[in-house]
Each structure stands twice: as C-alpha cells, then as structure tokens.
C-alpha cells in the first residue's frame, strides 16, 4: 500500500507540509468552484497548474520521507533492494501515487464525459486533483462529491418549486433542449449545480479524514511489524555484554 494509505504512517514527512498540502488542494478548489459559479466554466490554466502541483508535491513528500524514513517506509512499489538509494524509492513511489491517481481519476470522469454526465472542464479538473491523493482517496473522493452534489441538487430544487412553483422548475431544469439564442444556435441546459462546489466541499471534509494522521488530528498507529523492525534495530544498535553467538543470530 502507498504510504497514503497506512494506517501506520502519516504519508507526510512532518504537520507542517501535511496543513500545507491540504490547504493549497483546498484553495485550488475555492478558486475553480468561484469561476465555475460565475463563469460557469472552469480555466484551462488553473487544472494545468493543480495538475502539475499535484506531481511536484507527491513527489517531494516521497521524497522526503525516503530519505528521513528509509529503514522502515512502506511504499506503493516496494523498491526494497539494498542497492536502491533511499531518495530514489521515495522519488519513485512519489510520482508511482501521483501517476496512478491521476490515472484514476481521469478514467472515472471521462467515462462520465462520454455519457454525458459532466463536462470538460470537470474531467480535466479532477484528473488533476486525484493526483495529490493517489488512487484509493480519489475514488473515495469521488463517491463523496457525487452524493453531496445530489444532495445540494435536490435541495436547491425543494427550495426551487417551493418558491417558484413546479412548472418553472421543470422549465427551468428540466427543458429537453435549449432555446434557440440566434443563428440556429441553442443556448445550453441550465445545470442543476456546477461540479466544482460539491467537490470542494466533500475534499473539505473528506481530506481532513483521509490527512488525519499527517495533520496530527488523531495519534498514528504503528503496526507490529514496525515496532518489530525498530526493536530489532535498538537491540543490535545497542552496547551489551551479550555473547558473540546471540549478536550474530539477531535477524539482519
């Protein structure tokens, strides 16, 4: 498993980088849902640089904690060999968890685009942020915005038909095809709600879940393994009058 996903490690090198890393996916997020809002699109450059934000950080904290934590860090490929440099399997599993999230996601929504059921700026912005939380948390990410944004829907058409009535929600929202706006094009269907708001809103909570351990919002858990390797090493690492024969049958 990516060291995102231990329920032994952080997945960041210290709090400082973890409330860094979920504050700027977090403000990435606010800006594409004010545009989306407003505009109601979402701009190329803005997925472009999340994207590319996305990698360098998964691959500095890779790195990082290769380097800090080489002697008992898990990862998502493990590179274990002796002659493997620590900095080289953190920069690999880095960039391993950044790749296949982004993989991820972009399959995910451009399924979705293919039916019909988002648009293209939305695919672009998701492949880029499912590059900062790897595969597992993107998938689960994704789960969440869905059912928050069916949830922020229908309430928006209860208050909708409650203050306009049911005959203009249903033409509001609900028309077969737009109307004719000038030289036989058809201005779109209005959405019920753009993507970018429920995302934002379930990565709000749903981050601080998944960064919990990272942002030191609950204690880490050390698995048994971990204890028995760092006993290990304490043991062999520590001056004794123990004979020769019992150092030498101490696991390597």
């Not at 032994?8 to 545009?35: H, K, R």
């Not at 293209?120 to 942020?129: C, P, R």
């Not at 036989?184 to 970018?196: H, V």
């Not at 998944?210 to 050390?222: D, K, M, N, T």
Request: aromatic residues 12%; glycine residues 8%.
């Amino acid at each position: 498993m990516p060291l995102f996903f231990l329920e032994s490690d952080s997945g960041f090198p210290n709090p400082l980088f973890a409330w860094c890393y979920y504050a700027t996916l977090i403000l990435i997020l606010v800006i594409a849902s004010y545009y989306d809002l407003r505009y109601l699109l979402i701009p190329k450059p803005l997925s472009i640089g999340c994207l590319a934000l996305g990698i360098s950080a998964n691959i500095a904290r890779g790195l990082w904690i290769g380097i800090e934590n080489s002697s008992g860090a898990e990862y998502f490929f493990p590179l274990t060999d002796a002659t493997v440099s620590p900095w080289l399997v953190g920069l690999s599993d880095g960039a391993l968890c950044a790749l296949t999230g982004f993989a991820t996601g972009f399959t995910i929504f451009f399924v979705m685009w293919i039916l019909g059921l988002t648009a293209g700026g939305d695919v672009k912005l998701f492949a880029a942020v499912a590059t900062w939380l790897g595969v597992y948390n993107s998938f689960y990410l994704w789960v969440g915005s869905v059912l928050t944004q069916v949830i922020i829907a229908l309430v928006r058409l209860l208050l909708h038909t409650l203050l306009a009535g049911a005959a203009s929600t249903r033409k509001s929202f609900f028309r077969s095809e737009g109307k004719v706006i000038g030289r036989g094009m058809k201005a779109p269907r209005r959405r019920l709600l753009p993507y970018s708001l429920p995302l934002a809103i379930a990565a709000v909570i749903m981050l601080l879940w998944f960064f919990r351990v990272g942002l030191q919002l609950v204690p880490a858990r050390v698995s048994p393994n971990r204890n028995a390797m760092t006993s290990v090493q304490q043991l062999r690492n520590t001056p004794c009058d123990c004979p020769s024969e019992v150092s030498s049958a101490l696991p390597i």
